[in-house]
Structure formats: C-alpha cells, structure tokens
C-alpha cells in the first residue's frame, strides 16, 4: 500500500483479556517501530525490528506485551491479560534501509481502550 | 543512556512571530535527528532531519531546524508562526547508525495564537 496500515484503527476490550494489533509497513521498509501514546504524553518506544536481526525489545513495558514480525512484513504487537493502564495509542511506523538514514512513516495508531 | 529532550511541555507564540521549540539529545557517536509533527486527529508527519553537512536544515511547511553539537541541541525554528502551525512536536534521534533505533521526545505542544 501506499502508507504504513494498522488494524484495528479502534478496539476496546475487557479487563484481562489478550489483543493483537497488526502493522502492515510500506513495502520495501526493513524497519519497523511500535510505538504507544497514552493521552496528552509523548511517544514511549515498545519494540524494533530490523530486517533478520534479533529485535530490540528493551522498551516493552512488561512480559504481557510481545510482538512478532514475518520476514519484512506484518507485524503484530500482542497485549495478553489487558489492564487499564494499556489503553493509548498504539503507533507502528516503518524506514528503509538501505544505506541512507530514512525518516519513518507512522501509521495512523490503534486506540485501545481497555474498560 | 540514548535520550531526547524537551524542556517544554508547550510555547505559545503570536501570529507573525518567530517560533522556536527546543531539543537536546544525548547518544554516543554521531546522532542522525528529526523533527515530526502530529496535528490534532491526524497521524505524525516528518518535518525535517539532519544527518551530515550544513548544520542549518531546511524542511516541509517552512521550518527549519539547527544542529549545534557543542552544546547537543537541535532546535526547530520558524522565522513567522501561523495559527495553523499549533500542533504536537516531536524530536527524535536514530542511534547506533543508519540501521539503528529511534527514540523521542516527550513532545511540546505549540500554541499560536492570531
């Protein structure tokens, strides 16, 4: 596609149960960024990906959280056994690489609301 | 530890005046930097990054940004604000070179008033 797609753009879900949230980069993008904005703060790094290389996972939040990606492709970040303080924005954007430092095209966010 | 920070949670700036938003980062090795926007409702944009060269850069929607690497800092500028410029921004920096990750501010909101 044209742009990075998240889906569901809205979901809300129970206390306790799991969700996944899917990232499609734009095609050709090796990298990959999720990324979470709870309201009216700044944007809190989750996990990296980079092409074939083990993923930097320093940024999420718990064991409750974990996120695959196949090949170059989609990722999906997986929330297991929601609470109230998972509910934000959930941003995945994606860069080229390829030599060349690249900006990131963000997605346009999965609100998740967690009641 | 990598960091990007802002100092101020918002500027508010009169219509016509210049505008200035503060970034000061600190990482090991030479820092590749960025700007972004987030308008209300709307997903984040980039404005501009610097990797190499000319300190002073140049970027979407007449803004610009200043490297200074004495003092660590990359502020975004704009030499005439406009009401439609009040927006959520965010500074960045990508580490580790070109393939490496990229963390950011906390974000400054922009106010500007006509």
């Known amino acids: 596609g044209a742009g990075v797609s998240q889906s569901p753009s809205n979901k809300v879900t129970e206390k306790g149960k799991d969700v996944e949230l899917r990232c499609d980069p734009i095609?050709?993008?090796?990298?990959l960024y999720w990324y979470r904005q709870r309201l009216g703060q700044g944007l809190e790094f989750l996990i990296y990906?980079?092409?074939?290389?083990?993923?930097?996972k320093s940024g999420l939040p718990s064991d409750r959280f974990s996120a695959e990606r196949t090949g170059e492709s989609v990722s999906t970040l997986t929330i297991q056994r929601t609470q109230q303080e998972d509910s934000a924005v959930y941003l995945c954007?994606?860069?080229?690489?390829?030599?060349?430092?690249?900006?990131?095209?963000f997605g346009q966010g999965t609100r998740l609301t967690v009641v | 530890a990598q960091s990007v920070a802002q100092p101020e949670d918002q500027v508010n700036v009169a219509e016509g005046n210049p505008l200035t938003v503060k970034c000061t980062y600190s990482?090991?090795?030479?820092?590749?930097l960025f700007w972004y926007v987030q308008y209300p409702n709307r997903g984040l944009q980039f404005l501009l990054k610097?990797?190499?060269?000319?300190?002073l850069v140049k970027g979407s929607y007449g803004f610009e940004a200043e490297f200074n690497k004495s003092q660590t800092s990359f502020h975004l500028k704009k030499p005439s604000a406009l009401v439609s410029d009040s927006a959520l921004y965010f500074c960045?920096?990508?580490?580790?070179?070109?393939?490496?990750?990229?963390?950011f501010g906390k974000g400054t909101k922009l106010s500007v008033k006509p």
């Open positions: 960045a920096v990508k580490y580790g070179g070109s393939q490496g990750n990229l963390i």
């Open positions: 954007a994606s860069s080229l690489v390829a030599g060349a430092v690249a900006e990131a095209f």
């Open positions: 990906f980079q092409g074939n290389s083990a993923p930097d």
């Open positions: 095609s050709g993008h090796t990298a």
């Open positions: 610097y990797i190499t060269g000319d300190n």
């Open positions: 990482v090991s090795g030479n820092p590749y």
